[in-house]
Structures are given as structure tokens and as C-alpha cells.
């Protein structure tokens, strides 16, 4: 078989990796890019083969990163099957439509922009149609099930942890009477995650292709996250702010309701104050995506499905409130009272989220917390790293917000725990390729694989494409290189780059009060600023 990466190769969004045997060709998820203009921009790109002939998709899960270019892929001649778990293909059947919607509105907003300059307007990445429409072709199957696809191919889904729904995917092929076994770790959760259960062990592989999103790192094992949580909030309720918190609509907004919920049963003064105060979920999708979990009991842990059989309903607490209209999500930013507020998305690239940012994030007394991770490039991100002043609706927003992230809630095994899921393989794979990371983690998370398991490891370009069989590995010279509109887009990266230096510098001379730098030093610096000027003006010759 063959198998080419066109997405999550040496970065975290775009998941999606092309697979060609004797008899079949099919990919393993069909994600979005998200974070930098030019990640964003790979969404437009041609895909790399004859999209009629693809004969299934395999989807790990769905988040957008994992499954938003499926109705991209069907309005340009897809017609198999999407083949996932129950859960995940009726949490796709409200969040695709939700993209659909969004690449509808941020394409009506370019368009305005467009026309004022004279330019012909485009078309959206696909509509909130082409996202119901591409419904049709999903198909449920359940955990723990071998498939037979056809006579080459076998698969078997199991609990990845990581969302509800979410997959691991065994793949068994046979190629000129012999078998290679590939698994694709999808993205893997976190050990005593919230309502899920912990992602299965699998017990060998001839191949593994594993996410790395926290392949370097470990996360904060605060003693109780929730506890600390708690505090967060009472603390910002006590300076009469708002607390905000940018949450995934599905995983991460249903995990912090239900730690919420256990906390009732234990009657504090922190408790009072919280449940004192309105929570609110500010987003309609989070409202379809928790009857989603009400109706998947299936996949909660046992903990999760004893509060449920005593008759409690573990996504649901007093003073739990949900918008629905964009009215009613504009009057929460007009309310005089503190108060809670979970809103979608979590990296604060789209949706409600991005207003609610706006209205506090030049407040001192209000609390941004993050219980996701943040891919480079995104909002989200920026705000992590410090940054002081953001643009949001084409306005200047200062940060005097207090920034917190509680990384005990995220969906993402640490690299601990990877690599004790890895450990548990009785075989071993022969070689690891490691997808979904940024660069610097992929590479730690490689030598740490190497170090311990003395198992070699492969990292990806996007593009790059290999031909495995039951022995080894046989790397090709064969690579899909970005066209010359992409090469131009990294261009606008690059500027987009210096921009943003440009006006973390300005922020930092209007702070500038004291004076502090001599006028000498602001000479040079002025002399500076002349000569890039100058390069940037020839450069646009």
C-alpha cells in the first residue's frame, strides 16, 4: 500500500492521509486547516487525485480539524461512503452544517471587501447545503466491530477518548497474499477524562501513524483542576468580572457542565458563590451537541452512567443556561451582573466567542480561561503568549484580562501518556509516523520514542508519500509541492508576521512614558524602521 500525508504533516490542523492499495483508495479523516492564512488557504487547494475514484473515507472523529473538508471533497465528485462510529457521524450531522454556515457568512464578509476594491466576488469553501447534502453518505458502524470492506481490506474501530465518538482505527490489508496491519491513533485523550471512557489498547501493529499535539509536554496535574477552577471563578466574581471561557462546542463544553454538576454535591462557600452566579452556553451547536451525549450512554465511563442511573443527568446543574439567538447572546455583553460564559470555538477563530472577547478583554476584572489547546496561528494562541493588544472586528482591543489555561480539561493525551499507550502494544510497530504536532514537539516526542522503545520513527512532509508492505518501509521521491499561489500566500504570512511585530513595537513605545530609551536609541531605531520601509517598497516593485 501506499500511503501519502496531505494534512497534519509537521503541523495540527488539516488531518487527512491518503491511502492507495491494489484494489481500493481511501483516506483516513478529511480535516480543515486552521490557525495561519496560509493553513487556512490549503482549505481551497485541489485535492491531489481523482476525488470520483476514492472509493471511503475513515473518519477518526469530528472535529473540523479531522472531518470539516467532507462536503469540500463531496461537491467535487465524492460519492463513497464516510464510514465512523454512531456518535461521531451524528455529532458531524451538526457540526458540518455549523461550517457550512460560517464559511457562508466569512465568505459574504470577503466579498463585501472584494467588491469595494473592484474585485469579482468568490465562491465559499462550501455552503450550509453542500454540508447536509454530504450527510447522505455517512455510514454508522459500532465500537469493538471488524468490517470487512472488501476482500482486502478489514477495519475495527475503537474508543479513542478523546471526544464522543472518537476512533482509533485498526486496518488490516492484504496485498499479494500478505497481511500489514496500520493503525491510525487518531487523537488520543487523556486518562480519566470527564464522561469518557480511556482510550482502548491495542495489541499490535506492523504500522502506526499517532498524533503528537502535546508530544513534548506534560500537562499540569493540578491536584484537583476542578478545585482550581473553582477559585478562578470565585476570584473574577469577587471583582464583579466576567468570566469567559473559549470552549470546543463538543468534548470540552460538556466535560467542564458535568465536573460543574459533581461539585453540587459538595456544599461550600465556593459552590454558593458559583451557582449563584448564571452559567451560560453560548452556542447553539453545544445545545444539539449535549442531546448528542444524552443520547450515546454507550460511550460514558462508569462513573459518568452511575449518575445517570441514580437519576441524575450529569450534563445539567442549577443556574445552567442556554442561548440560542444572536439576540440573546448580545444581551449577555449588556448585563451588569458577573456571569459565566462557554462559547464556541475554542481556538476564538470563529463564532459567538470572538464578541464575548471583545466586551472583556480590556476589562481588568474579567478572567479568559482556556481548557483546550491553542494551534499556533489561531487567536487563542496569541492570547496564550502574551500577547497586549488583538484586533477584533476591525477594532484595537487591549488585553487587561487575566489569562488563565487549565490544561487538566484538555482532549489530548500528554506525552506520558502516549507513550504508555504506545507501551502497551504486546508488538511493537516496525516504524511510527508521527502526524498532528508542531514541529519542535513532533521532534522531542520522536527521540523520546527512539530512546525507549528503540523503535524508528518517521516525520512527515506535507505531501510526502510511502509504500509500506509486511517487511518495512520504502520511501518515495515522490512529493505534491505547493502550487505557486501557495507560494505566494506564505509571502502574505511573512508580512502578516511583521506586522504583528510592528505593532507589538508601537504598543510598546506608547508605553514608552517614562522614556526610558534615549533619544540616541530612538534614532537608531527610526534609521531601522526607514531601511525595512525601503525593502518592503522595493519589494512591492
Known sequence: ?????????????????????????????????????????????????????????????????????????????????????????????????????????????????????????????????????????????????????????????????????????????????????????????NRDIPILKDPSIIESADYLVIESTYG????????DKAEYFLDLINNTIEKGGNVVIPSFAVGRTQELIYELNKKKEVCDEKLKKLFATPVYIDSPMAISATEVFRNNLDCYDDEAREYVENGDNPLDFPGLKFTRTADESKALNERKDSSIIISASGMCEAGRIRHHLKHNLWRKDSTIIFVGYQAEGTLGRRLLDGAKKVRLFGEEISVEARIEMIEGFSGHADKQGLLSWIERFSKKPKKIFIVHGEEDSMTEFSEEIYRRFNIETIIPFKGESFILNAYNVIETDEIIRPDNSFKRLQVVEKLENIKEEVDELTYILKSDLKQDKTDLEIDELLTRLKNIEKSILEALK
Not at 57 to 79: E, V
Not at 160 to 183: D, P, Y
Not at 216 to 223: C, E, F, K, P
Request: hydrophobic residues 35%; aromatic residues 10%; charged residues 25%.
Open 1 to 189: 500500500m501506499k500511503i501519502t500525508f496531505l494534512g497534519a504533516a509537521k503541523t495540527v490542523t488539516g488531518s487527512c492521509f491518503f491511502v492507495e492499495t491494489a484494489s481500493s483508495k481511501f483516506l483516513v479523516d478529511c480535516g480543515m486547516f486552521q490557525g495561519y492564512s496560509k493553513d487556512n488557504s490549503l482549505n481551497e487547494e485541489e485535492f491531489p487525485f481523482n476525488v470520483s475514484e476514492l472509493d471511503y473515507i475513515f473518519l477518526t472523529h469530528a472535529h473540523i480539524d479531522h472531518s470539516g473538508r467532507i462536503p469540500r471533497i463531496y461537491i467535487k465528485g465524492f460519492k463513497g461512503e464516510v464510514i465512523a462510529t454512531k456518535a461521531t457521524v451524528e455529532l458531524c450531522a451538526i457540526m458540518l452544517p455549523d461550517s457550512g454556515h460560517i464559511q457562508e457568512y466569512e465568505n459574504e464578509w470577503t466579498n463585501r471587501k472584494r467588491i469595494r476594491a473592484g474585485k469579482p466576488p468568490v465562491e465559499p469553501l462550501y455552503t450550509y447545503q453542500d454540508a447536509v447534502d454530504s450527510l447522505q453518505l455517512f455510514r454508522k458502524v459500532s465500537y469493538g466491530e471488524i468490517l470487512k470492506i472488501n476482500d482486502e481490506i478489514r477495519v475495527r474501530f475503537n474508543d479513542a477518548g478523546h471526544i464522543l465518538g472518537s476512533a482509533i482505527i485498526e486496518m488490516w490489508i492484504t496485498e499479494k497474499g500478505e497481511e500489514t496491519k496500520i493503525v491510525f491513533s487518531g487523537d488520543l485523550g
Open 216 to 223: 513534548n509536554r506534560l500537562h499540569n496535574q493540578r491536584a
